[in-house]
């Protein structure tokens, strides 16, 4: 067999190999948006802007800290780990978009040389002025524009910087205000802090979203035990690869819902080759990927890309699009596992260890 390929399609945009540098700090110069591209990435997400000062001014007063599996401080290097988790405050580019467009036009020259694809992200705080900007980011020639209204710090930032945006019919109105204002692609990024993220994919998809990002990190909350105040003084958006399970269900759960004709992108948990894998096989077309760049630098990118390459080799696919959705197209719903008799052990058989006493007296399945 040949190299596989790695190319994925996502509407009627390209992309060389699913592995996407995420918004975020690796993203905020033309610099690390260069070296993403450099690393080999299949596309690059500006770092969100919006008009909002407020938002700007966050960025003041940004914080970061990787915490290993006990919630320790630990090297922002390769040496975190997989486990580790990032919990962080970050605010939003703080150049005027005029400037910023000059630094995007520049670099979007750069990625169509290297067959890489730019999108300008942003967040929304007021719709006129997020209408205006997007008109903006069409005219000067940019190919995508993703909005993010996922900002984990929108319950927390300053009223009006930030929209972490819950409502159905409101995530509909942003999607549809952009759509009329751009005929660019468009994505939506979306929270996974509701449990209605399917009502918000479809209300996007029916807004005219062409594709569409599950899902934003989450708010948390971490004690220092020394200090004993809270690990960066306040609440911080946190992620990990304990994340990966929860956003894989809602990529699971979106493909179930809405098929293959919607084009989903994971985020939220990848912090490997492998782990890219997964999020297809639920679902997703291609990931993006933030807090693994920010501790590993941007050769993780080129690291992710070449472990999904060799997956593929390993599995016998002559292609990455052959894995998007197979896991959930093949789940099973509970009744099913039951009646198929698939699974089905008693957790005395799972562990290999005998019932206590007092466990004997009652049937697992009568407590639950
Ligand atoms: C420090 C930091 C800043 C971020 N800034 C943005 C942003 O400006 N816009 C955006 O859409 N997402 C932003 N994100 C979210 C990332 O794009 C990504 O979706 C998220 O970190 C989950 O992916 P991960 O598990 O690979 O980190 C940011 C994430 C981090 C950690």
């Given amino acids: 067999m040949g190299e596989p390929d790695l190319s994925v399609s996502i509407g009627s945009l390209r992309l060389k190999n699913p592995v996407i540098c995420a918004s975020g700090e690796p993203t905020m110069t033309a610099g690390g948006m260069r070296a993403a591209i450099d690393a080999g990435a299949g596309a690059v997400i500006a770092k969100s802007t919006n008009e909002s000062e407020a938002a700007a001014r966050q960025l003041e007063v940004a ?19 997989p486990g580790a988790s990032l919990l962080c405050r970050s605010g939003l580019v703080q150049v005027s978009l005029d400037e910023w467009l000059d630094t995007l036009v520049a670099v979007d020259r750069y990625a169509r040389s290297a067959e890489c694809l730019l999108a300008a992200s942003l967040i929304v705080a007021d719709l006129d002025a997020t209408a205006s900007m997007a008109r903006k980011i069409e005219q000067a020639g940019l190919r995508w524009l993703e909005i ?13 910087a930030i929209t972490l945006e819950r409502d159905a019919a409101r995530v509909g109105e942003i999607t549809r205000r952009v759509r009329e204002a751009v005929s660019i692609p468009l994505s939506i990024k979306l929270t996974g802090q509701t449990d209605n993220v399917l009502a918000l994919v479809g209300a996007a998809r029916a807004a005219g979203a062409d594709a569409v990002i599950l899902t934003g990190r989450f708010l948390g909350f971490v004690p220092d035990l020394e200090t004993r ?10 992620g990990g690869g304990w994340a990966l399970p929860l956003t894989l269900r809602w990529i699971a759960k979106a493909r179930q819902r809405f098929g293959a004709e919607l084009p989903l992108i994971g985020t939220n948990g990848a912090r490997s080759g492998e782990d890219v894998a997964r999020f297809m096989l639920a679902g997703a077309r291609a990931v993006q990927l933030c807090s693994v760049v920010m501790s590993e630098g941007y050769a993780a990118l080129s690291r992710c890309e070449r472990e999904l390459r060799e997956y593929l ?3 016998g696919l002559a292609s990455a699009e052959r894995l998007i959705g197979e896991a ?3 789940a099973l719903t509970y009744a099913d596992a039951q009646r198929s008799g ?7 058989a799972v562990t290999g260890q005998r019932p ?8 697992y399945s009568d407590e639950l």
């Fill in 229 to 238: 105040r809270p690990v960066l003084g306040t609440f911080g958006a946190m």
């Fill in 342 to 348: 698939s699974g089905g052990r008693r957790w005395e």
């Fill in 313 to 315: 080799r390993r599995q």
């Fill in 328 to 330: 959930a197209d093949a």
């Fill in 63 to 81: 914080d970061y800290v990787l915490l290993d599996e006990r919630w320790q401080p630990t090297a922002w290097d390769e040496s975190a780990g």
């Fill in 148 to 160: 993010n209204i996922s900002a984990p710090h929108g319950d927390e930032a300053a009223a009006g």
């Fill in 356 to 363: 206590s006493r007092r466990r004997t007296r009652t049937r």
